[in-house]
């Protein structure tokens, strides 16, 4: 059996693309926009029980579990979503806060056009170059706000991505760094601030 070996970073690439591969298993391009709202993502796999696309959140690369403690995919696609693996489980339902400081059973998985993100004042990615995409602007897509290094989780353009990134960087180098320095400037401006101000006394 052959092993296959990951450079840095790999392994975290290979998982957002099996959530990018989970995703276009459903229904995401439409010649004209269906007029009902929400907008359904309907599953393309043939015997599928599940009505439509539902975003489940990681904590970091890592599945979140149940109460019941088994994980998302080891219960039903299907409504419900009971345990596969116990039978004291009633429905998927887990506690795990994201970044946002939610629960994830707080959260619904919500489709929306740009126009309709934009008249919300909503942020909207990059416009994607070919439908196949799915609208996903890039791996960076699939990450939490915190993760994607700005506050609309826009990345920026490849211009300007190119321009900071040192020759010999990959994508994940690039994000850390980014990251790190970010990191690095906070801790600066807060230790500014707990700085003592200078003394103000005045010579008798």
Known sequence: MERLTLPAGGAAAVDMYMEYRRYKQHKTDFE?????????????????????YLYVPLNGMQPIRCRCKHFANQHSAGPGFMCNACSKCSGFHSCFTCACGQPAYAHDTVVETKQERLAQRKPVGQDVPYAAMGGL??????????????????????????????PEEDDMA????????????????????????????KPS
């Open 32 to 52: 004209t926009i269906p007029q009902q709202r929400p907008i359904s993502l309907p599953c393309q796999v043939t015997g599928c029980p599940c009505r439509a």
């Open 137 to 166: 602007t890039g791996f960076s897509s699939l990450a939490e706000d915190y993760m994607r290094l700005d506050d609309s989780g826009i990345v920026g353009t490849s211009s300007q991505v190119s321009s900071l990134r040192k």
């Open 174 to 201: 690039f994000f850390e760094r980014r990251y790190q320095e970010r990191i690095k400037m906070e801790k600066a401006a807060k230790q500014k601030g707990k700085a003592p101000l200078p003394s103000t006394t």
